[in-house]
């Protein structure tokens, strides 16, 4: 049977699936495994993917509302390997499918996972508008620093100097900073991690799902295949450091200056320019008005003044001035 | 205005009333004049007064400024076209008497203001009217509103002349200008009253509608085009779209902003054309059937987008108001150029649906239309209107709202453990379920624009790539054989059989109407649904000698548009010629007739 979802007294249709009855058993990560994994051995983007089970795993998100949404790219197969509703897009534009599916189904926490290429190059655009927009969903950016699946060309995050098929003699175009990017574009939060470190990257997403608004995730994600080595300094195993930002915690306390206030725009930026590997964490969160929720707003305001007439009767009224 | 005598007398004191069916009036400026309110109201008035109507406008290609004009043609009958010659010339200035003076028909009346103009007065084949609209404007108002206001003036003057019912027309004007203020409004009457006041009698003539008998008694609705189709998919149940702003189909993407929230609905503004048909795609992934409307430039955006919903069967309404191409083209001017990139447009095999309106009226149910064609066979239906379409205002009957409005529910119908999201069914449509829809064994789909298997999976086994290709374009034969074939106007078997297609459709009828009227009768055919096509088109096109597709659009390499290359491709048929052209305006009714004639030798 069809569930509709239509409020007969407001005559606005109410977009949200139905609570499944009674309490479905817990889920385990295990269970949200798909398709296997296509991706290399040793690829950092089997460690986004397991801490995405695990997120869900702890948060117990209805399994049937589990929706995520990818582009093209190596990181844009996650779907596939997720047991949940799904999809595909295509390059760069997952961000304004996501924007679309987000506004028309607020009962979804929408993740979008993409990577350098697709978020930053082909899909930078539209990262930049639903970032100001503050449209609701989690973006996790799998950055590997190249082209992994059209093997090995130059990405926007790409070194100078960085050797590829493109640049066979190395990168001679400055990399995008992301961080600076993303707080510039007026993203409300984005934090930055490393797959390096899986009990951030899991922290990092935590709290990307409970703010309201345009979250991003910066994830280091290496490709053992064209780009090995590429984050050896954010890696201690690997000789090199992974410096967590501390957070003020209003303290009084005279270390408390020194902290980080996320919700300082100047220092974010500041600590956005810091060299490689730099800084990992939460660089910058505010508070502001979700566009869902302005919408909503808007919705609200609106069908208060037609008297939330039905739409039958809204539409009536205005042929009634077109005769 | 056909029972117009052709009195060129100007000496008469007491004006006598013509009866008349048909009226051409065309008000020639600036931009700034306000002609267009003028032109509306009248075409509104029209409506309320039961008479058919159909304007035709031009606005500068410049931002403010420059020369524009307001057409309208009244008639007491079905109004087909625009009209080819006009009655009633209004001249503002000399450059709106030199440019316009060629469309007066002989015997046509030409008012023009003398403070501004200085005809040619030797010239014995029109009634001269001066009238001081300026002077006399400013006079009524009072001298500070300096000229603004001679439209209203000239209101006045056309009510009169045409004897117009001016308590219903004064009603009208109070409900335009409701939201104006008091002296502006005062301001706006006395301007009326003073042009309903002029002193006519030197005309000789006026003339009264013979009431219209055609007319059922519905109420008649005068929009134009873009408004009908926005509220078309508003009744459709649509409450999700997205667009970025593009001449000629803005007005649509204004309308959804300011109407969908009344309906719950969102209209999301987007950074590009781009993110515009993916954010609907986005929406209608999310359950209800979104829509993102634009013009060529941008449909030629959105192309790989829209292969994605062909690709992954996702149901989308995508509005293409045409305009004259290619590149920048002509943004303001209509064309019927945009057939092949609505059918063709993007890489791979890319079945998807293609309807055309005819006219306004049309413009509203094949909006409906094409929301219920997605969601009936889930891929992408293209609605190909077009600048002409879009902005003139006609008047249709009222819909019946109470059967056509409706809401669209989301289906979270729980699949079983056999669902397949991309099952290889006998119909080949899919049912996606919404995401929140539950599944058992919790086996869910992936929505994918990478060729995939049966349940939604990438595969590596090139049959899936044959056996979807199938099914994605048998859903689409399975609605050609459904299609209604359409009707032939004019006898059904002959010389010369015209097809159209779009807002070619009422020139070529009103060109069918004429030449049966003349004894030489033609034949058309007006086909809404462009792909796939409906059946029966070969039989009809048997019983004549030759056919001829009307379009506004180039006769290409080998002598034939855009749509009769379909046609002969179709159905391999040497005598498909076309009647091309590419001047931005719509056919005129000679035009079509002398092409046929041309063709004939």
Not at chain 1, 188 to 193: D, S
Not at chain 2, 68 to 77: D, P
Request: aromatic share 8%; with cysteine.
């Amino acid at each position: 049977m069809s569930e509709t979802t239509n409020n007969p007294t407001s005559g606005a249709a109410v977009v949200a699936a139905p609570t499944q009855p009674g309490q479905p058993a817990p889920y385990k990560k295990v269970d949200l495994k798909s398709d296997r994994p296509t991706w290399c051995p040793g690829c950092g983007d089997f460690t986004v993917l397991d801490l995405y089970f695990r997120l869900c795993e702890r948060r117990q998100i209805a399994r049937e509302k589990i929706t995520t949404v990818s582009g093209i790219g190596c990181s844009s197969r996650f779907p596939y390997f997720v047991q949940a509703h799904g999809v595909h897009f295509i390059h760069g534009r997952a961000v304004a499918f996501a924007s679309g599916l987000s506004l028309s189904r607020p009962d979804l926490h929408v993740f979008v996972f993409s990577g350098d290429g697709d978020a930053y190059s082909i899909g930078g655009n539209h990262l930049e508008h639903a970032a100001r927009k503050n449209i609701h969903m989690t973006l996790v950016v799998m950055d590997n620093n190249v082209y992994g699946l059209t093997k090995k060309q130059t990405s926007p995050t790409s070194p100078i100097g960085f050797k590829s098929k493109t640049d066979p003699t190395g990168a001679v175009d400055r990399p995008t900073n992301p961080m600076k990017k993303l707080i510039a574009a007026g993203a409300t939060f984005v934090a930055r991690t490393s797959h390096s470190n899986p009990q951030h990257v899991l922290q990092m997403m935590e709290r990307a799902m409970d703010h309201r608004g345009f979250s991003v995730i910066e994830c280091l994600s290496e490709c053992v295949e064209f780009y090995p080595g590429a984050f050896d300094a954010a890696n201690p195993r690997k000789g090199g450091q992974f410096t967590v930002i501390e957070e003020k915690k209003n303290d009084g306390t005279p270390e408390d200056e020194k902290r980080h206030d996320p919700s300082d725009e100047a220092a974010a930026y500041k600590l956005a320019t810091l060299p490689f590997p730099g800084v990992f964490g939460v660089f910058y969160e505010v508070k502001q008005p979700a566009k869902n929720d302005r919408e909503q707003q808007l919705i609200d305001a609106t069908r208060a003044a037609v008297g939330n007439a039905p739409p039958l009767a809204c539409l009536q009224k205005t042929f009634a001035r077109l005769k | 205005m056909s029972n117009m005598s052709d009195s060129n007398s100007g000496a008469a004191v007491t004006a006598k009333v013509v009866p008349i069916k048909d009226a051409v009036i065309r008000i020639a400026g600036n931009s700034q004049d306000g002609i267009q309110t003028v032109g509306e109201l009248l075409a509104r008035f029209s409506g309320r007064s039961a008479q058919e109507v159909m304007s035709y406008m031009t606005i500068p290609a410049t931002i403010s400024g420059g020369p524009s004009i307001y057409q309208v043609r009244i008639g007491s009958g079905e109004v087909l076209s625009v009209g080819d010659e006009v009655d009633v010339l209004v001249a503002f200035y000399q450059h709106s008497y030199e440019k316009h003076l060629g469309a007066l028909r002989n015997g046509g009346v030409l008012i023009y203001d003398p403070d501004q103009v200085k005809p040619n007065l030797d010239d014995k084949r029109f009634t001269y009217v001066g009238v001081p609209m300026t002077s006399l404007t400013i006079e009524a108002i009072g001298g500070k509103g300096r000229d603004k206001g001679k439209n209203m003036f000239l209101l006045g003057l056309i009510a009169r002349m045409f004897d117009l019912d001016t308590v219903k027309l004064e009603t009208m004007l109070k409900d335009w200008g409701a939201k104006r203020d008091a002296s502006t409004m005062e301001a706006t009457f006395n301007a009326f009253r003073a042009g309903y006041g002029f002193d006519i009698g030197r005309m000789g003539q006026n003339f009264k509608f013979i009431p219209n008998e055609q007319r059922s008694g519905r109420p008649l609705m005068v929009m134009a085009g873009n408004q009908a189709m926005a509220y078309g998919l508003i009744a459709a149940g649509v409450r999700f779209g997205a667009a970025y702003p593009i001449t000629p189909s803005s007005q649509i993407m204004e309308i959804l902003r300011a109407e969908l929230p009344k309906y719950g609905g969102i209209f999301l503004q987007c950074e590009d054309e781009i993110a515009s048909v993916c954010a609907a795609i986005g929406a209608s992934y999310g359950g209800r059937v979104a829509v993102t409307s634009t013009s060529g430039p941008g449909l030629a955006l959105k192309t790989e987008a829209i292969g994605w919903a062909v690709m992954a069967e996702i149901p989308l309404v995508v509005i293409d108001v045409q305009r004259g191409g290619p590149s920048t083209g002509l943004p303001t001017k209509m064309e019927q150029s945009d057939l092949n990139i609505a059918i063709f447009g993007g890489h791979g095999d890319c079945p998807r649906i293609v309807i055309a309106p005819a006219d306004v009226e049309d413009a509203f149910y094949s909006s409906i239309e094409a929301v219920d064609l997605a969601r009936q066979y889930s891929c992408p239906v293209i609605v190909l209107s077009d600048q002409a379409i879009g902005f003139r205002v006609e008047a249709f009957e009222e819909p019946d709202l109470a059967k056509i409005v409706r809401e669209l529910p989301i289906d979270f119908t729980p699949r079983g453990a056999e669902f397949k999201p991309y099952e290889d069914t006998v119909d080949g449509i899919p049912h996606h379920p919404a995401p929140g829809t539950p599944i058992a064994n919790n086996n869910f789909p992936i929505l994918t624009g990478l060729e995939h298997n049966e349940a939604g999976h990438p595969g590596e086994d090139p049959r899936y790539h044959v056996v979807m290709t199938a099914k994605r374009r048998r859903k689409l034969q399975k609605l050609g054989e459904k299609l209604p074939t359409p009707k032939v106007f004019g006898p059904a078997e002959g010389e010369t059989l015209l097809v159209s297609w779009g807002s070619a459709y009422g020139p070529t009828r009103e060109a069918v109407e004429k030449s049966v009227a003349d004894g030489q009768p033609l034949s058309a055919l007006c086909i809404r649904y462009l792909n796939p096509l409906p059946p029966g088109l070969d039989k009809i096109f048997e019983r004549f000698k030759r056919i001829l597709v009307v379009e506004n659009n180039d006769s290409g390499l080998y002598g034939y548009g855009q749509f009769a290359a379909l046609l002969r491709s179709r159905f391999g048929d040497p005598r498909i010629g076309g009647i091309n052209k590419t001047d931005g305006l719509s056919f005129k009714v000679r035009e079509i007739l002398e092409a046929v004639r041309a063709q004939a030798r």
